[in-house]
């Protein structure tokens, strides 16, 4: 079953969220000495960025090993205003000191914005290399999956009763008609969130309790929130605020 851990400031749950990092990094530096990590856009950059640029975090982060890959993307520019990789450049990398060593960022491949299929394909063929596994059956297992969740219990770039939740074979799809704009993205795919080894939600503020009621008493509706919570149960923990979870019945009460 998914844990979730409710906090009573963005502060104290960027001090929970670094403590599940720094575990899933050791865990992974023992693995395969590096750090897989996708990230979400929206709101997460910036409570990552609380998270890994404190001062409880100094001399923990094992940048150099860091490998920061993009759970979803959308089909704009780098340094377009709705880029998720631009958004993590300006909360975070533009943040980290000038001597410190610094991760590797996977972008997607812009030469390919106007298709966004190829697009997909690109950032596959990126995932292919870095996972050095060939075979469409096997997925890449990410050591962390840093994700949002939408209103409407979304999460990557996988809404509720879209095509996309049925995809079996691709790492990464293209949507092109997003509910959230802009509708053109990339998305990694259902099965890859299932292989990944640790994931962490994080949803903070009373906008979120309706929807994460759903999530959580009524997951037979099938939102892709409740659908990744069933697929890594144990395996994900959910971040929140107090009046985030207000009136939802949660699994495992545990609150800081
Ligand atoms: O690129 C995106 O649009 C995001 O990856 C998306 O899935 C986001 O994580 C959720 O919409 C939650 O966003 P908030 O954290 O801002 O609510």
Redesign the pocket.
Known sequence: MAQVVSYSSKETLASGLLSFILDCQNHAMNRHDRFQVAV?????PSILALAVLSEEAEGKILWDKWQIFF????AVPLDHEDS?YGLLKKELLDKLPEDAPKPEVITIDTDFLDDTQELADQYEQALVNYFARKDSVKKPAFDLLL?????DG????LFPGHDLLREVDPWVAPIEDSP?PPPK?ITLTLPVIAAAIRAAF??TGAG?AEILKTIFEDPGEGLPCSLVNAALNEKVTWFVDHPAVEGVNYPRRASL
């Open positions: 979400s856009g929206g709101s997460l759970a979803d993307e959308r998720n994700l949002g969740c939408g209103p979304h999460t990557c770039s959230k993205r994080v949803a979120k």
